[in-house]
């Protein structure tokens, strides 16, 4: 103080603040701001630096990178790398037959194109669903090997898709496009219909590219990217439905509803598992054999179909109420209504919520190992059993470890990327 | 007027299949019928598959003889027992496992979250990482991962480590530590320590209303904690202070006596603590966020420290934006501790899922285990809404 007094009365400038920039200022500023901030930095780097130098000696230095066996690996006293090179295929593609690795890989390949083309926004219109059934075309024939779409299927499909066309369009579409919608029901519903009286037999479409391989011998990446994609894909419709549902006016519809999606979302996936795998059996009909797969992946589902739905609710809520009524006023029927104007503007608000839903379930799907389908980390787990490589948990629980870090981290910089690119409209 | 003209417009006849309101009825009948047609197709396939399987329906089984052996019992438990015991031990096993996750991970996942929003850059960039590699890693790794830690890297019990003059043993069967035999005075030194809860809340409450009133600060934390020790203790002095213990002794293969933490608890304990406390450190971050930035700056300018700050003014308005996410994170909690049957931990699937193998009686026992878990689940949204409540935003 009396510095500065003397300083203004010998008429001297005061000296300017230090420097707060570069590097130095830096640090002062972000580690040495204050004596207990300098204490924790100091202490914070020592632990750091201590981790640091262990792993690099551990997984570097001391680690052996080839070795025949499990002892001679031991020997290293570091991380014993060999063991992964030994058994990386098994880790990725589990029991799929070892000569035809290559068809899951390409599988994988598939599905991942598949996920990333869908990550580009300039796809978000009819080229998805191009995407899709290319890529799940592709992917699941190389996982089996044959493919085989019976007559039914069709017939199916063109009901849905006539019906869901019909009332879509009643009122907006030219004559012909509603015709054509019709009677594509139509045909659905009669082939249908005669399909299950049994007029038309058994007929269907068959793929034979490559030997045939059954989903008992799946196994690694491609399961789980399978039972992730395909549990959340199936889900989804299904959790619209319920999310529907949940916010309708017909008092019955909405109690179904609540009470289903409550009753999911109270209960752990893992009881859902185990009741697929016991209960599926004694649902369906004596004598009807379900794979096991299927079962896993029908939990996945159910699951799945709850939590979207409550996030799509979310979606719903966000709308005002105006929305709703200009739709009403303008002579929309209910079909209408919600595919054009509710859940094109619901649905855009929760997609990063809903990429974080699938980084969940792509880390869940790891449950199923305990009804004994061999996922990613199931057949990391048994690469451990061996009893010539035993004794390196650490190593390979390491790498599948990274192997999930990798999906989710990008998935989630991917969903966190998009939440500020869709705000770009909303946000000033 | 305009009231007038619409009540007296002409009734017009509108067709039945154009009437909303029958609409409604012929659809919600045609629902509940499709899913009551396929709930009926699906029980009457199961009523067929059982009878064809010979396997009994009912709950008669929950009063024989389970006859398996389960590994880590709060309650006494022998294969003797009935399965209504043995799931009922299985429940109790969930329980503690998701009662010290829970408390563990608020603390854990809180300071992680703060961490995040320290001025130190390095400590700010630790926390960052911790919460991706959490979060990015199934919750099922981890369990795996610290299980064969614990298992694998810890020794064998013959060559146990050994701590605090041969009372503590670490080793790969678990942590033993001596415990006081059991003894009458035991009651009392819980009343005694409930009392001094009781003494404590009320002497914090007491403090509070004199800072009201006076602005004289009382530290009541201390006391409070100072109460909870001394009354036990007191109790225990007054009851002739009973120091019998049972040592943990190495008799054959394994330990015997004094209290142990076994290795899959401890796994699965310290797997879901760090695992959930990301994902609560997220939330704790994003509700200190949400508060405006002048909340900070008031703080600073009357004098606050910035851990008083943190206590006093930006924690309390941000636990509004906390705790409703909170309930989820605690429900996720509760629901993820059945992966402990990934890595043996007796809970109650695993429980259930062996009482499904013996029986066979799988509707029944999946009917038990989501009755449970629905119990546990609406309890504590309950006290969660309840909670939430009591912080609400008090408008007057």
């Given amino acids: 103080m009396a510095d500065i007094a003397e300083r203004e009365r010998a008429g001297k400038a005061r000296a300017a603040p230090t420097v707060e920039g570069g590097a130095l200022g830096w640090l002062r500023r972000n580690l040495f701001s204050s004596w207990g901030n300098a204490l924790t930095t100091v202490v914070l780097l020592g632990f750091v630096v201590w981790i640091g130098i262990w792993f690099v000696d551990w997984a570097i230095v001391h680690a052996t990178f080839e070795a025949a066996n499990g002892p001679e690996c031991g020997k290293g006293q570091g991380a014993c790398w060999a063991l992964i090179g030994e058994k990386y295929r098994y880790i990725f593609f589990g029991s799929f037959p070892y000569e035809q690795h290559w068809r899951p890989l390409f599988a994988c390949i598939a599905m991942l194109a598949m996920l990333l083309l869908s990550c580009d926004r300039r796809m978000w219109n009819w080229r998805l669903l191009v995407i899709w059934t290319v890529g799940s075309f592709v992917t699941f024939l190389l996982m089996f090997g044959e493919l085989r779409f019976p007559l039914t299927l069709f017939f199916l499909v063109g009901l849905v898709a006539g019906g869901i066309g019909w009332g879509m369009r009643a009122g907006i579409a030219s004559p012909r496009e509603i015709a054509i919608h019709k009677a594509l029901t139509i045909v659905g519903g009669i082939g249908l219909a005669l399909r299950i009286v049994g007029v038309i037999p058994a007929w269907g ?86 794979d096991k797969f299927l079962r896993a992946l029908v939990a996945v589902i159910l699951f799945a179909g709850a939590y979207i739905a409550e996030i799509i609710r979310g979606g719903l809520q966000s709308l005002p109420r105006g929305q709703f009524e200009a739709a009403d006023a303008m002579g ?65 629980y390491i790498f599948a470890a990274a192997i999930y870090f990798v999906f989710c981290y990008s998935m989630s910089r991917y969903s966190k990327y998009l939440e500020v690119e869709l705000n770009k409209g909303t946000r000033r | 007027m305009a009231v007038d003209t619409i009540g007296s417009l002409p009734q017009t006849r509108v067709a039945p299949w154009n009437n909303p309101v029958i609409r409604g009825w012929v659809f919600q009948i045609v629902v509940v019928g499709l899913v009551g047609g396929l709930a009926w197709y699906l029980v009457s396939n199961t009523m067929a598959n059982l009878e064809k399987a010979k396997i009994a329906t009912g709950f008669d089984f929950l009063g024989r003889e389970a006859g398996f052996e389960i590994g880590d019992t709060m309650i006494e438990y022998s294969p003797a027992s009935t399965y209504a015991r043995a799931i ?28 995040r929003l320290s001025p130190n850059w390095l400590l700010a960039k630790i926390c960052e990482w911790y919460v991706e590699i959490f979060r990015n890693v199934p919750l099922l790794l981890w369990l795996f991962l610290f299980y064969k830690l614990v298992s694998e890297a810890f020794p064998g019990p013959r060559q146990a480590i050994r701590m605090l003059g041969d009372s503590v043993f ?122 405006h930035k002048g909340q900070s700056e008031a703080a600073a300018a009357i004098g606050l420290s910035r851990g008083q700050a943190m206590r006093l003014v930006l924690l309390p308005q941000a636990l509004r934006v906390i705790v409703p996410p909170m309930t989820s994170v605690f429900l996720n909690i509760t629901k993820n501790s059945s992966l402990a049957i990934a890595i043996g931990y007796p809970d109650l699937v695993a429980s259930i899922n062996v009482t499904i193998n013996q029986t066979g009686q799988a509707i029944e026992n999946i009917l038990i285990i989501m009755a449970a878990y629905l119990t546990v689940s609406l309890s504590i949204s309950a006290f969660m809404n309840w909670y939430n409540k009591q912080i609400a935003m008090k408008e007057r």
């Fill in chain 1, 205 to 290: 479409l068959e793929i034979n590219a490559f030997s045939y391989v059954e989903t008992g011998l799946w196994g690694g990446l491609p399961v789980t990217l399978i039972l992730a994609t395909y549990g959340l894909v199936f889900a989804f419709p299904y959790g619209i439905l319920l999310a529907l549902g949940r916010r309708s006016n017909l008092p019955l519809v909405k109690g179904l509803c609540v009470g289903f999606i409550e009753l999911i979302r109270g209960v752990p996936l893992i009881s859902l598992l185990i009741m697929a795998s016991v209960m599926l059996p004694l649902f369906l009909p004596t004598g009807s054999n379900i």
């Fill in chain 2, 88 to 115: 009922w031990v299985g429940i109790l096993n969930t329980l503690r496992v998701a009662v010290i996750g829970i408390i563990l991970t608020t603390i854990l996942g809180t300071l992680i979250g703060i961490g």
């Fill in chain 2, 170 to 291: 670490l080793s790969n069967r678990g942590l033993y530590f001596p415990i006081p035999v059991a003894d009458p005075v035991h009651k009392w030194i819980g009343a005694g320590f409930l009392l001094g809860i009781v003494g404590a809340w009320a002497l914090h409450r007491w403090a509070k209303a004199r800072q009201a009133a006076t602005g004289q600060q009382f530290p009541s934390i201390l006391a409070g904690l100072g109460l909870i020790i001394v009354v036990p203790f007191l109790v225990w002095l007054i009851g002739g202070a009973p120091a019998k213990m049972s040592w943990p002794e190495l008799k054959g293969f394994n330990f015997q006596g004094g209290l142990v933490i076994q290795p899959e608890f401890t796994a699965l304990l310290v797997g879901l603590t760090l695992y959930t406390a990301a994902f609560v450190a997220e939330i704790v971050r994003s509700g200190i966020l949400a508060l």
């Fill in chain 1, 332 to 396: 929309l029927n209910y079909l209408q209504k919600t595919s054009l104007i509710i859940l094109p503007q619901a649905l855009r608000v929760v997609i990063p919520p809903l990429i974080n839903t699938f980084i969940g379930f792509f880390k869940d799907t790891s449950l199923v190992l305990i009804i004994g389908i061999f996922d990613f980390l199931n057949t990391a787990n048994q690469a451990l059993v061996d009893p010539n490589w035993a004794g390196f948990p650490g190593e390979v």
